[in-house]
């Protein structure tokens, strides 16, 4: 049987469908999921500050283990009541889903770099995870963005990577940072990059279907 050619025009419009569907779903368990672990990366932010003001407390990097230990439960919870075999995922969906997955495996394994080395006295190790949430996790945002055509995400990854590498040269330089400056940037990138667009996105979608109505 021959199959059906598809011109360019029903093509974009397939594409366009994909976009659509999958800003839709950003408005649904998904995109909570997303908020959960950005305010988690918040709070936590302002735990290390609060701890740091208290001196000799060499276990203060423990406190990044709050972001995974609690995230982790209320992700998996979400995941499993959204992924109810109801929806049908488009390759934009999967897109996404992958590039996320990669940012999980990678945190994985910087989360073991960051409990091994302070092992042996290198205490400031745990520096990696804040580069990890805004040069990487900053980067893949940015490309989410790109992938369903959302200029917030864009703006606010490309925010989060430039925060990074300007943390990175000054260190590179041997120019003093306060841990408490570089934590309100790091709280910083993950409003702009997660909360705001959020925010946005949803009140558009909530505009476009009151309209529908």
């Given at each position: 049987m021959e199959e059906k050619k598809i011109t360019p025009e029903e093509g974009m419009q397939v594409i366009t469908q994909m976009i659509e569907a999958s800003k839709q779903r950003?408005?649904?368990?998904?995109?909570?999921?997303?908020?959960?672990?950005?305010?988690?990366?918040?709070?936590?932010?302002?735990?290390?500050?609060?701890?740091?003001?208290?001196?000799?407390?060499?276990w203060v990097s423990l406190a990044w283990?709050?972001?995974?230990?609690?995230?982790?439960?209320?992700?998996?919870?979400?995941?499993?009541k959204f992924d109810n075999g109801k929806v049908v995922k488009t390759t934009i969906d999967?897109?996404?889903e992958g590039i996320w997955k990669a940012l999980g495996y990678i945190a994985i394994g910087v989360t073991v770099i960051c409990c091994l080395m302070p092992l042996d006295g290198y205490s400031?190790?745990?520096?990696?995870?804040?580069?990890?949430?805004?040069?990487?996790?900053?980067?893949?945002?940015?490309?989410?963005?790109?992938?369903i055509k959302q200029k917030y995400y864009i703006a606010g990854g490309g925010f989060s990577v430039i925060w990074g590498f300007a943390i990175v040269a000054l260190i590179i330089c041997d120019i003093p940072v306060s841990i408490d400056y570089i934590m309100v940037f790091y709280i910083q990138a993950f409003l702009v990059m997660f909360i705001v667009p959020a925010a946005i996105i949803r009140n558009k979608l909530n505009s476009r279907q009151k309209c529908k109505n």
């Open positions: 950003m408005s649904m368990p998904n995109l909570r999921i997303s908020i959960i672990w950005a305010t988690l990366a918040i709070v936590t932010g302002f735990i290390v500050i609060a701890l740091n003001k208290v001196e000799n407390l060499p283990f709050a972001i995974p230990g609690v995230g982790l439960p209320m992700h998996i919870n979400l995941a499993n999967n897109i996404n400031k190790t745990w520096m990696l995870m804040v580069f990890y949430d805004l040069v990487v996790v900053g980067f893949a945002t940015a490309i989410q963005g790109i992938v």
